[in-house]
């Protein structure tokens, strides 16, 4: 059974105060939560804020990042480095967010390398795939994702995979507030993890595929009650504690 992962992508947002508050909330609604590994993204800036709440919380929060460049140190303006991820305690590091891909033209090939990076660094991708509504129309979806999962398998063998979290986020799901059926979303989920059972079943069997895109405390059971969708990656509802962790603990029960 793979154990389910929730976590919070904050993207632009935030302030002390907002990190704060809402780490503060969120200890407060996890506490004594199992079965589920609850992590959050903040944006660069609060990574430092975020880890000592963190390491005052009475609940287990993991604490992640929403990027990394791929130069280790030196003359790379305005990066950060896996190290630094690791100095202020975070694991769970997203990379490839569709946000990123199209705002900052990152490539499939550019993505793979940072995920070569952090595995280096012994840090944990949280690689991001998934398909625009024109591909969606155009019944690429499934292709997309295994071009985007391929470019990581093609360089690094499939046994990267072990240990790193895929998160399916359809583009046109993303703060849209039009989220894919669960049933969809399991259909796809399934179709990525037959993909890399074609190179290895085991590592098909034991990798997260988390499901990005409009998840609500409202729909959050529906997707943790399918078989192949093990968490979520949560945008909006993650700034919110009470919706970010009604989500986690649906997770939870779904996964007993
Ligand atoms: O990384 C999170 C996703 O982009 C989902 O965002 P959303 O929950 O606001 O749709």
Redesign the pocket.
């Known amino acids: 059974m793979r154990h389910p992962v929730v976590m919070g992508?904050w993207?632009l947002n935030g302030s002390k105060e907002m990190v704060s508050n809402l780490l503060k909330g969120l200890d407060a609604e996890l506490k004594g939560l199992e079965g589920v590994d609850v992590a959050v993204a903040p944006p660069a800036m609060y990574l430092d804020l975020a880890e000592q709440l963190i390491g005052k919380a009475e609940s287990k929060i993991i604490l992640g990042a929403q990027n990394v460049d791929v130069n280790a140190s030196g003359a790379f303006t305005g990066d950060i480095s896996p190290e630094m991820l690791k100095d202020f305690g975070a694991s769970h590091i997203?990379i490839g967010?569709?946000?990123r891909r199209d705002y900052h033209n990152e490539s499939d090939e550019f993505v793979a390398k940072k995920f070569a990076f952090l595995k280096e660094h012994g840090l944990t991708p949280v690689l991001?795939i998934g398909e625009s509504e024109a591909q969606n129309e155009a019944g690429e979806t499934v292709a997309v994702c295994a071009r985007q999962i391929d470019a990581v398998i093609n360089t690094q063998g499939v046994e990267a995979l072990e240990g790193a979290i895929i998160?399916y986020?359809p583009i046109w799901?993303?703060?849209?507030g039009k989220?894919a059926t669960a049933d969809d979303a399991q259909r796809i989920h399934a179709a990525i993890r037959a993909h890399i059972a074609e190179k290895s079943e085991e590592v098909a069997k034991k990798v997260v595929i988390q499901y990005?895109?409009?998840?609500?405390p409202e729909n959050a059971a529906a997707y943790f009650a399918q078989p192949d969708i093990d968490g979520a990656?949560?945008?909006?509802?993650?700034l919110d504690a009470a919706s970010f962790a009604a989500i986690a603990k649906a997770a939870a029960e779904a996964k007993k």
């Not at 799901?173 to 849209?176: C, D, E, L, R, S």
């Not at 990005?212 to 609500?216: A, E, L, P, R």
């Open positions: 992508n993207k997203i967010h569709s946000e991001c998160a986020e799901a993303i703060g849209t989220a990005g895109g409009s998840v609500k990656l949560v945008g909006g509802a993650a």
